[in-house]
């Protein structure tokens, strides 16, 4: 991530395939890392085949050019990111990647949604043949991405994906929305008894009401322009 953090603040700053001057001492100059980072940086890029030398001046490669098909996918605002700060574009991608999940839930969501309540014949079929693809989620598909989910995406431990989520929100790119609902059982009853030991996170109490926790429903603000075609 440290190193797709530099190809993509360079991309997006210069909307360019080069870097004329690619001296591990520019770079590092120009943002803010040490030179044994940035050499580190460019030495992955080189691994990874999203770069290539051509003297002292870097390539910065498409990825379809080095044969990686993917989908187009809309991707989050960066008007507001300082691209100089190379963490700060390091959680910018790390979101990215939370954004991507939410829009797979939504697909699946929207899928068993149509499926439920079919306009036609057609949709219904249309709909059954798009779910086939979806054998992972079964039964009821919830819109919401709860905090393991967004470890799995951002590639982050629990409170590190917490804290992404929040800088996400004091960035303005994220809004989420938080759910909870009533407890209910037998007078007395606790829910790690229900639920298993590891209710972290899942409940709390308020007024001597139990609550459970449900998984937020996260709204990204999309941009248009693709940094890193």
């Known amino acids: 991530m440290k190193a797709l953090s530099l190809a993509f603040a360079v ?18 100059q120009l943002f803010h890392i040490g030179r044994t980072s940035a050499k580190e940086r460019i030495q992955t890029l080189l691994l ?10 870097i390539i910065f490669l498409t990825l379809k050019q080095v044969g990686i098909g993917i989908k187009n ?3 989050l605002d960066y008007s507001n990111i300082n691209l100089y700060n190379l963490k700060e574009v390091e959680n910018y991608l790390r979101l990215q990647g939370v954004c991507i999940k939410q829009s797979q839930i939504d697909y699946a969501a929207n899928v068993h949604q149509r499926i439920a309540n079919p306009t036609s014949c057609k949709e219904l079929r249309t709909m059954k043949r798009k779910a086939e693809n979806l054998a ?3 039964g009821e598909v919830d819109r919401g991405q709860a905090i393991c989910t967004v470890m799995r995406s951002s590639g982050l431990q629990r409170n590190s994906a917490i804290g992404l989520l929040k800088w996400g929100e ?3 790119l994220v809004e989420k ?4 609902s009533q407890f209910f059982a037998d007078c007395g009853s ?9 209710t972290r996170g899942k409940f709390f109490s308020w007024h001597g009401l139990i609550f459970f926790v449900q998984p937020s429903v996260l709204s990204f603000k999309k941009g248009m322009v693709n ?3």
């Open 11 to 28: 991309k997006a700053l210069y909307k360019s395939s080069a870097l004329n001057d690619g001296s591990y001492s520019h770079i590092a």
């Open 48 to 57: 990874m085949g999203l770069i290539r030398r051509d003297g002292n001046r």
């Open 73 to 75: 996918v809309p991707i």
């Open 136 to 138: 992972y989620w079964s």
């Open 170 to 172: 004091d960035t303005g």
């Open 177 to 180: 929305e938080k759910r909870f």
């Open 190 to 198: 606790d829910p790690s008894n229900i639920f298993g030991k590891n």
């Open 227 to 229: 940094a890193y075609n």
